[in-house]
């Protein structure tokens, strides 16, 4: 199944009708393909194996879909019911596929939209609520999760576009105004978390008192993933809403409970773990941590680097690549903001040169050019920011869409702008170990207490506040003042052996292969 980090709004072959207004397309007529697909599906969970629920997802759904439902839904979940013994729980999973399909391939009407959020609500009351004796794939029960905070982001987006809306859209908005509501999706997430006691199991894990990330989550002693694998995702499901509404704070506070310089079972699904550290990244990089920012794009960019080609056939691969290509971005604005190169691998960096050198050449200079291109690549990087509260009908009626972007683009190149001062100061910096207050104010033709002002600015924009509250620098060149005279301090790096001496490995490892090749007289 196609699990997307952002969806692009639906092509152009839209399904603007109820379900079976669609020309040639009969909700109750289930093709053979389709009756074998839903008969498996539901033998393989019940008696949980997860190995072919996970193929018939990822590979027999595709492979239908591309075949009969490319421009159509699926069958109805009432045509399928009979099949599946009418079976309470599979047919909410169905319905979840089905929507899912409905939202990658097609456009959904409002009814669509209100109708998927309802079966959401459903399956997760019966997650929380019910006796779930289910495994399954650790891939579906992050697309579920990715894609109920998409469908979320992308309701906001469709609500906010008011002046195209025709009376009856207008009316259903009012009767449904409970439909994916901001508190309705954070309540459900937090839940998940919550009855699914996952920070504790976490906690556990990590003092061997308990078997969770070994594992990747699932339960080999006839027990259920299901509760306590949403619950995992769903950390990562609200570190993503804090993002798009703008509380960076309390997105990275309900991520911290998973440990991201390790492996864990948000790296076991490709799609987690690019949501993941974009989110993070970008996190960061609102609250002017640059330096945890550059560390995880850059690990990520490397990872995806060497491993992209082993996810071609995978439909999530597009959404990858999109994702590589923003993070090169959002590299690019750290990096502009707070040089720090020696903390980027040589293949990452030789990528990012080749993708923004000229851009971030030009960055460097605070000009309306610059500012212009830190305009250009926040807004190609930057998620979909949503405004939550439902609009006023009473009011003309005028599209709302675009504000909460607008907003922290503003705030982002008014950081920016903040920084323009900062640029000539670490130039000086860089060439004098130590210089008096009034050569340098002289240099930089200011008078002192400017000079002290700027000085003091330079300082508070190149620390911050981590995640525990300490006060750290990101800055690559410090200084401290005594008795007027300025001090430089030049960061320096521990210096990494190890990846230098992997790659004369595998270079001595080619030389040898060539000489075995070569066939002596």
Not at 73 to 101: G, K, Q, T
Not at 243 to 253: I, N, Q, V, W
Not at 409 to 432: A, C, D, I, P
Request: hydrophobic share 35%.
């Amino acid at each position: 199944m196609a699990s997307n980090y952002e969806y692009e709004e639906g092509p152009a072959a839209s399904y603007e009708r109820e379900s079976g207004g669609e020309s040639g397309y009969d909700p109750n007529i289930v093709a053979d393909s389709v009756k074998s697909f839903v008969v498996h599906m539901y033998r393989h969970i019940r008696e949980k194996n997860v190995y072919e629920i996970h193929q018939m997802c990822e590979t027999s759904f595709q492979s239908i879909s591309e075949r009969l439902f490319k421009e159509t839904p699926w069958p109805s979940v009432e045509a399928i019911a009979p099949y599946v013994d009418n079976d309470h729980v599979f047919c909410l999973l169905y319905r979840e596929m089905w929507f899912r399909h409905l939202y990658a391939r097609l456009s959904p009407t409002l009814k669509q939209r209100i109708d998927s959020y309802d079966n959401y609500c459903s399956l997760f009351q019966v997650v929380l609520h019910g006796v779930v004796n289910m495994q399954l794939p650790n891939q579906w029960l992050w697309d579920m999760v990715d894609e109920f905070v998409y469908q979320f982001q992308s309701f906001c987006q469709f609500r906010a576009k008011l002046k195209n809306k025709t009376e009856q859209e207008i009316a259903l908005l009012r009767q449904h105004d409970k439909a994916w509501n901001v508190y309705g999706v954070l309540n459900f997430l937090q839940a998940l978390v919550e009855k699914s006691c996952i920070i504790q199991i976490l906690e556990h894990d990590k003092h061997g008192l308990e078997q969770f990330t070994a594992t990747d989550g699932y339960d080999y002693s006839g027990g259920s993933n299901v509760l306590k694998v949403l619950g995992y995702f769903s950390m990562v499901g609200l570190l993503r809403v804090h993002c798009l509404l703008g509380d960076y704070h309390t997105a990275l506070k309900w991520l911290q409970p998973i440990d991201i310089t390790q492996q864990g079972v948000y790296t076991s699904v490709i799609g987690c773990h690019i949501a993941t550290i974009y989110h993070y990244g970008f996190a960061n990089l609102m609250l002017r941590r640059y330096l945890d920012s550059v560390r995880e794009f850059n690990k990520i960019l490397l990872y995806i680097f060497k491993t992209k080609q082993y996810h071609q056939k995978s439909p999530q691969y597009e959404q990858l690549l999109k994702k590589n290509e923003q993070m090169y971005a959002l590299l690019a604005l750290c990096l502009s903001l707070c040089p720090q190169p020696k903390l980027v691998d040589d293949s990452v960096s030789s990528q990012l040169r080749d993708k923004y050198g000229e851009k971030m050449m030009r960055m460097l200079r605070y000009d309306d050019e610059a500012f212009g291109i830190y305009d250009e690549l926040f807004s190609y990087a930057c998620p979909k920011f949503i405004t939550p509260s439902p609009p006023c009908f009473e009011e003309p009626l005028v599209n709302y869409n675009q504000d909460a972007y607008r907003l922290q683009l503003k705030m982002f190149l008014y950081e920016v702008k903040q920084q323009q001062l900062l640029s000539g100061v670490r130039t000086f910096l860089k060439v004098y170990s130590s210089i008096s207050l009034a050569k340098l104010a002289n240099c930089m033709e200011v008078d002192e207490p400017t000079l002290r002002t700027i000085l003091l600015t330079y300082k508070h924009k190149t620390h911050s506040v981590d995640s525990d509250g300490r006060i750290i620098s990101n800055a690559d060149i410090d200084f401290y003042i005594n008795n007027d005279m300025i001090y430089v301090v030049e960061s320096k790096p521990a210096k990494r052996y190890g990846d230098f001496f992997l790659r004369q490995i595998a270079k001595l490892e080619g030389v040898i292969n060539d000489m075995d090749r070569v066939k002596l007289e």
